[in-house]
């Protein structure tokens, strides 16, 4: 496989002209980024009151469709908050993927909350409906207070999040039609799916709330920053008020209602996200144009590039290659890491770490199928 790995680094390179190293995701500040951070800076509203941080909410209304944005710290911060906000409760249940980013894991366990491993489909890489509906028929009862319950555990089955993984779009209206059917509440974690689609609505907007990141490593980034949208406007209203300590607002009073979180996102990272996400048809055009190449050559070389679903417009976030086997994965990323081209497979199974290996799971065939033989292809944004 060596030459053939050669050729592959090679062509990496030709994509990234100059770079004696090539990075996984690197960010791209093109556009009016210092000029809008410097606004902030000269304005002295740097913090988590400033018009960028409106403007933000607004551009993300504008981008995903959904009625309403919260501007957050971070992602992770953004799916705790979208937990509690559905009512999660300690030792409620709470189903999701194995393959996923440790976040979703860990916004659960912040509520005390358990997370139930569900399968993923190999063709989306996001939680399978019909693994989803398999585990539920087969475990899970509706009580008489209308919730659904995990028959062995006891425990009440009280949300769902599915990860639209590396930006391409899982089967989200079949598993939105599933927790209707069983009244469970429906939160994706769209950290990874900005700018990305399915049947032409964005990602983020199929359930009660949708989550996403703007980490530094993100198709468009705010240095670190999330944003939580709803439909729901009474959820919008307690998600800003619980995001910003549960004050209630005076001119210079501190009343507080309830117990509430310092979740705002800054004004000079709502500077960065704004200038950022003009750019972001721009940015997802150019990262599919790059995914064809890649498509074209893996092709040529008989090689499994992952591509997105005919109803999808996936933003590639990041590139997916399947390899045959666990070996050669381990090859590859030997191979590419070791050559100037960063590669790296998918995060450990959540089921396989320490914190959350007794949790309840369904079979995780799929999910295990992956884990040993997807690795990730240098993605950023190309330009000259
Ligand atoms: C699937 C997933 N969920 C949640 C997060 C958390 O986002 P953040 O890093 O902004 O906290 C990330 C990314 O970092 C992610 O990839």
Known sequence: MESVFEEIAGFIKEQYPGKK?????????????????????????????????????????????????????????????????????????????????????????YIGAKPVFVDIDKDTLGLSPAALEQFLNENATIGSDGFAYNNKTKRRIKACVPMHTFGFPCRIDEIAAICTKWNIDLIEDAAESIGSYYKGKHTGIFGKIGTFSFNGNKVVTSGGGGALVTNDEKLAKHAKHLSTQAKIAHPWAFMHDEVGYN?????????????????????????????????????????????????????YWLNVLML?????????????????????????????????????????????????????????????
């Open 21 to 109: 190293f090539i990075p996984l995701h690197a960010p791209v500040f093109n556009g009016n980024e210092r000029k809008y951070v410097m606004d902030t800076l000269d304005s002295t509203f740097v913090s988590s009151v400033g018009a960028y941080v409106d403007r933000f909410e607004q551009m993300m209304c504008d981008i995903t469709g959904a009625r309403y944005a919260i501007a957050i710290v971070n992602g992770t911060n953004a799916l705790h908050l979208a937990l509690l906000l559905a009512g999660v409760e300690r030792n409620d249940e709470v189903i999701s993927q194995s393959l996923t980013f440790i976040a979703t894991c860990n916004a659960i366990s």
């Open 263 to 315: 979740y705002r996102m800054p004004n000079l990272n709502a500077a960065l996200a704004c200038a950022q996400l003009e750019q972001l048809p721009a940015f997802v055009d150019n990262k599919r144009a790059l995914a064809q190449l890649y498509k074209s050559k893996f092709e040529a070389l008989n090689m499994n590039f992952h591509t997105e679903l005919p109803d999808t417009r996936a933003n």
């Open 324 to 384: 045959d086997s666990k070996e050669q994965q381990q090859q590859f990323l030997a191979y590419m890491n070791s050559n100037g081209v960063m590669s790296r497979p998918v995060w450990e199974l959540m089921h396989r770490l320490p914190m959350f290996e007794n949790e309840e799971r369904a079979c995780l065939t799929n999910s295990e199928w992956v884990a040993d033989r997807l690795v990730n292809i240098p993605s950023s944004v190309r330009y000259e």
